[in-house]
């Protein structure tokens, strides 16, 4: 059965609509008539549907949308699709994020667990599905339409939000927060992790930060394990994905529209930016940080404390800030220790802590 999704959309509305709504400008031939059902990332978008552009390193994707309409800035209007209407807007994303509060108002606010037709006497909705032998701890909730699979615990104090599913064999810890978010089978949730919260997302500019409405969901395949206090936010427009196998430890925080291959290692103190790829078996020491929007091949390897800023190749191992082949980041440390400890003027160098100082 196909998902109902999280947040209700509303629409159709006309182009003119949008246009009025978010300080933008159509430019000549835009047609304010058009319906628009959705808002779509650009190589998502098709007929009927509304995206933005506002980073060149999608630029072919702009070039090539079949979105119905667009917002871009005034030096790219050459550049959109004749079948798109264009809107031109200084900040298109401040624009963009103003037309996704028209079409999904509820997304401001989460909707955790529901509030209609609760009884009072269980902590689980009457409208939530429940296989057999699943058992529901003291203290913890399972919110309306929520789905649980046969064998799986709800440990003391957790909350299973609105539409959650989740599969057969699974352990969601105490005091773990699962929303919009679909979970696969044989999954383990250890205490405290977060799953499904609004994405990081702003448009900012000097008249102040505007919040730009999170609505896509998480999506975690079979046999995940995730460690306590990790936090995962669910997708700006697309999914954030973990990948089958994938082994997730303490205090790990995984950005919107990450996507996670299948048998990665995250190590504790990870934190990976917005729509950060990581290929299968990839594998990130402690406290490696990875900058969004970029791409971290299979098998790759990061060693720990790492800062990541760019692509990394396949089977690549990288190490340092800014992170680089180990091994060019093993002889650059060597060489200035080397340096360090030449003498000056005849005399050898004093190192803190020596008995010459």
Request: aromatic residues 6%; hydrophobic residues 40%.
């Amino acid at each position: 059965m196909e998902h109902p999704g999280f947040f209700e959309r509303a629409g159709p509305m006309p182009l003119g609509a949008i246009v009025d709504a978010t300080e933008a400008a159509a430019a000549p031939g835009a047609d304010l008539g058009v319906e628009i059902t959705d808002v779509r990332p650009l190589d998502d978008a098709g007929p009927g549907h509304i995206s933005f552009f506002d980073n060149t390193k999608y630029l072919d994707q702009f070039m090539a949308t079949r979105a119905a309409a667009c917002f871009a800035k005034e030096q790219f209007k050459d550049r959109a699709p004749e079948e798109a209407s264009l809107l031109v807007s200084d900040d298109p994303y401040r624009a963009f994020a103003l037309a996704l509060a028209l079409f999904y108002p509820e997304a401001r606010r989460s909707r955790i667990v529901g509030s209609e037709g609760w009884n009072g006497e269980t902590g689980v909705h009457p409208s939530a599905e429940l296989e057999d032998d699943v058992r529901v701890e003291p203290g913890a909730v399972v919110g309306m339409e929520a789905r649980i699979g046969r064998g799986s615990v709800i440990a003391a104090g957790a909350v299973v939000g609105y539409r959650v599913h989740i599969g057969r064999d699974c352990y969601i810890g105490p005091n773990v927060n699962l929303t919009h978010a679909l979970v696969g089978d044989r999954v383990i949730l250890h205490a405290g992790v977060s799953v499904g919260q609004d994405g990081f997302g702003f448009a900012m500019s000097p008249r102040g930060h505007l919040k730009v409405p999170q609505i896509g969901r998480v999506i975690i395949q079979d046999d995940v394990e995730i460690g306590a206090n990790t936090t995962i936010d669910r997708g700006a427009l697309r999914d954030t994905i973990v990948g089958e196998g994938t082994k997730i430890d303490n205090l790990v925080q995984i950005g919107h529209n990450v996507v996670i291959g299948r048998h990665c290692v995250i190590v504790a103190q990870t934190g990976i930016s917005g729509s950060t790829e990581l290929g299968d078996f990839a594998v990130l020491g402690g406290q490696v940080g990875v900058v969004g929007h970029v791409k971290i091949g299979a098998g790759a390897q990061i060693g720990a404390s790492s800062g990541v800023r760019g692509n990394v190749p396949p089977g690549a191992r990288w190490a340092g800030t800014p992170a680089r082949p180990a091994r060019q980041w093993a002889r650059e440390i060597a060489t200035v220790k080397r340096l360090s400890e030449r003498p000056v003027g005849g005399k050898p160098r004093r190192t803190p802590g020596s008995e010459e100082e």
